[in-house]
């Protein structure tokens, strides 16, 4: 604990002097601040508080006074330091790290220290790298091969469909999830410290939802089949069929996958009042399906950060938010369950090899 009363009598003048004059440095007339309100008798934490400081802070800048006087305390004598590499040795790091996609400060340090005989701590690594520009993130995934042409032209298709269809028809956005029975954590705010955790579970199942999502009326039909399959997608269609009556023509809108071309389609679709029409999305472009958002939806409702004790439990989870919880609150999920699509290619992206 600090006593108070510390500060000699010329001190505590000259300090309250740089505090109320109005073209004191706010740095220095800060330390004097938390120098005459230590002598007054507040602690390190309060002063910290009402400075919005740090305790540490407070209480460095009282040992300094002690062992080398107020002038010392006063004096900033930082002025930022010159790089240890020279401007032709930063370039060549900058292109070296531009061929290669490093996860960690280790394979960095090591080069410029074989290359430069420079050797940088961890933290020096990390400044360095945000002086010339470099950041740590996370590279994005691109669809193999995603043809760019190929997704204008159905967003064209789609937005022309869309703009001209009759009263009497609908459109439905189609596709298979299959969500695991297991404990999923996800990034949330919590006080420091408090060390959040969720229990994990001991199965590895799964639930199959093959469902389908009409954006003008959210409505959202599935089937909950052992496996997804052909039989899986007429079950679906015929579902979509009952449910839309009024319709003459419904479009279903899905990915290419084997299933949904195979001879249980085929055969739903060669009856004389199939009232469906299939639209195939162009390969690799789940972005082009909005219902890939109403899954990362249900993600967030029922699977993150939460902890089922069966597998029946987080069954019965999925399918209350499909049945339930869709229909009664679909206005609330409009924002993110949008087809406000893009194209999505690698000519601005740095594909890592």
Known sequence: M??????????????????????EDHGVARRANALLLLDDGMSCAQIAKVLFLDDDTVRGWHKQYLAENWDAVAYDGWKGGQSRMTTAQEGNLCAWLEE????????????????????????????????????????KALPRVADAEKQAAF????????????????????????????????????????????????GRGRVNIHGALNLETFDAPF???????????????AKIEARNPEKRIIHVIWDNAP?????????????????????????????????????????????????????????????NFMRDVVPKQWLSFRDQVTDNFRIISHQNARVLK
């Open 2 to 23: 600090i006593r108070p009363n510390f500060l000699t009598a010329s001190d505590r003048l000259e300090l309250l002097s740089c505090v109320k004059r109005q073209r």
């Open 259 to 319: 299933y949904h071309k195979g001879p249980d389609v085929r055969a739903f679709l060669s009856r004389k009042k199939c009232r469906i029409h299939l639209i195939q999305l162009p390969p690799y472009c789940p972005h082009l399906n909005p219902i890939e958002r109403l899954w990362a939806v249900m993600h967030s409702h029922v699977t993150h950060n939460r902890h089922y004790p069966t597998q029946k439990h987080f069954a019965n989870a999925i399918l």
């Open 100 to 139: 290669r996609f490093c996860r960690s400060t280790v394979q960095i340090r090591a080069y410029v220290s074989s290359k430069y005989n420079i050797h940088y701590s961890h933290s020096g690594c990390i400044k360095l790298l945000a002086r010339l520009g470099f950041e740590y993130r996370k590279p």
């Open 223 to 237: 089937v909950e089949p052992t496996t997804v399959d052909g039989v899986s997608s007429v079950q679906l269609l």
């Open 155 to 202: 967003i064209a298709f789609y937005e022309s469909l869309l703009n001209n269809l009759p009263a009497d028809e609908a459109v439905y956005f189609s596709d298979a999830v299959h969500p695991e029975y297991q404990s999923k954590p996800s990034h949330g705010w919590a006080r420091k410290g408090s060390n959040p955790a969720i229990q994990t579970t001991s």
